[in-house]
């Protein structure tokens, strides 16, 4: 099994920054690919961009030049910065991790930008 705990999320004014984590522990394997979406309230779950275990990335359109994925294989952890946030990137953001044809999902956590 495998267990996914994301902090760092809060409170945050528009144009702030925020940089979340995401711990995996549990049985990790090798070239992992791990992810992060969003879901704001009222809304479907929205894809956010994902790393490769080598450390390539991509975003959707709503995070590009605003977030940037890192991640620490020894740690087995992600990072999401976000900058310049905007009332609209509220949301729980939830990551997940995908190997061995399996997906994980952690619990998210709650990312507020008050309008």
């Known amino acids: 099994q495998v267990q996914l705990v994301e902090s760092g999320g809060g409170l945050v004014q528009a144009g702030g920054s925020l940089r979340l984590s995401c711990a995996a522990s549990?049985?990790?394997?090798?070239?992992?690919?791990m992810a992060w979406s969003r879901q704001a309230p009222g809304k479907e779950r929205e894809l956010g961009g994902g790393i490769t275990w080598g450390g390539y990335t991509n975003y959707a359109d709503t995070g590009k030049g605003r977030f940037t994925n890192a991640r620490d294989n020894d740690k087995n952890t992600v990072y999401l910065q976000m900058n310049s946030l905007k009332p609209e990137d509220a949301a729980v953001y939830s990551c997940s991790l995908g190997q061995m044809g399996s997906r994980y999902w952690g619990q998210g956590t709650q990312v507020t930008v008050p309008s």
């Open positions: 549990g049985s990790i394997f090798s070239f992992n690919n």
